[in-house]
Antibody, heavy 118, light 110 residues
Framework: EVQLVESGGGLVQPGGSLRLSCTASGFSFSNYGMIWVRQAPGKGLEWLSYISIGGTTTYYADSVKGRFTISRDNAKNSLYLQVNSLRDEDTAVYYC???????????WGQGTLVTVSS | QSALTQPASVSGSPGQSITISCTGTSSDVGGYNFVSWYQQNPGKAPKLLIYDVSNRPSGVSDRFSGSKSGNTASLTISGLQAEDESDYYCSSYTSTKSRVFGGGTKLTVL
């Protein structure tokens, strides 16, 4: 069974940083691209970033470019999102998802909540 | 990249069919056959319903179907059931090698 479990969320002050993690199981993690998507409270989904199977190719949404960094460790079946210079508007549930050909995501984790507040 | 445009809400009675539209531009929906649809229940993760405009993953009911014309994609749910009441999101690959989601549509089964 494919499973994706996010962790690392929490309460952080504006300007702060967090490292979100996503641990994969039930499939060959190193054979799939991965993405991060977030959802602000009561709002829609927002695509944030993509990373290729080897980690050499990454793409970012303009809203987070320069502040967020996606990475992966295939030996640990893990995906990461380093989030820096956090703003109030970054408050959201952050989901990781398994990507298929950069065009759609077929399995999603349950999300981790990041709250940015002073 | 601007969000794709979806109606905020749609409704239908059990047994009826409904269609949710998703309008983009030639740089996303209109430029690629890479539109996907997701269902999301409150507090839950999104679930893939349709990929590459009209393909259903294994396990998704054939009551769900997708299509596209020009810059607008559509999700049709036939034989509406109470369990279909949920939020629905479209997504498209874009010319900047990113993806963009629609704003979401809340489906109410009357």
């Amino acid at each position: 069974e494919v499973q994706l479990v996010e962790s690392g969320g929490g309460l952080v002050q504006p300007g702060g940083s967090l490292r979100l993690s996503c641990t994969a199981s039930g499939f060959s993690f190193s054979n799939y691209g991965m993405i991060w998507v977030r959802q602000a409270p009561g709002k829609g989904l927002e695509w944030l970033s993509y990373i290729s199977i080897g980690g050499t190719t990454t793409y970012y949404a303009d809203s987070v470019k320069g502040r967020f960094t996606i990475s992966r460790d295939n030996a640990k079946n893990s995906l990461y999102l380093q989030v820096n210079s956090l703003r109030d508007e970054d408050t959201a549930v952050y989901y990781c998802a398994r990507d298929r050909g950069v065009t759609y995501s077929d399995f999603w984790g349950q999300g981790t909540l990041v709250t940015v507040s002073s | 990249q601007s969000a794709l445009t979806q109606p905020a809400s749609v409704s239908g009675s059990p047994g009826q069919s409904i269609t949710i539209s998703c309008t983009g531009t030639s740089s996303d929906v209109g430029g690629y056959n890479f539109v996907s649809w997701y269902q999301q229940n409150p507090g839950k993760a999104p679930k893939l319903l349709i990929y590459d405009v009209s393909n259903r993953p294994s396990g998704v009911s054939d009551r769900f179907s997708g299509s596209k014309s020009g810059n607008t994609a559509s999700l049709t749910i036939s034989g509406l059931q109470a369990e279909d009441e949920s939020d629905y999101y479209c997504s498209s690959y874009t010319s900047t090698k990113s993806r963009v989601f629609g704003g979401g549509t809340k489906l109410t089964v009357l």
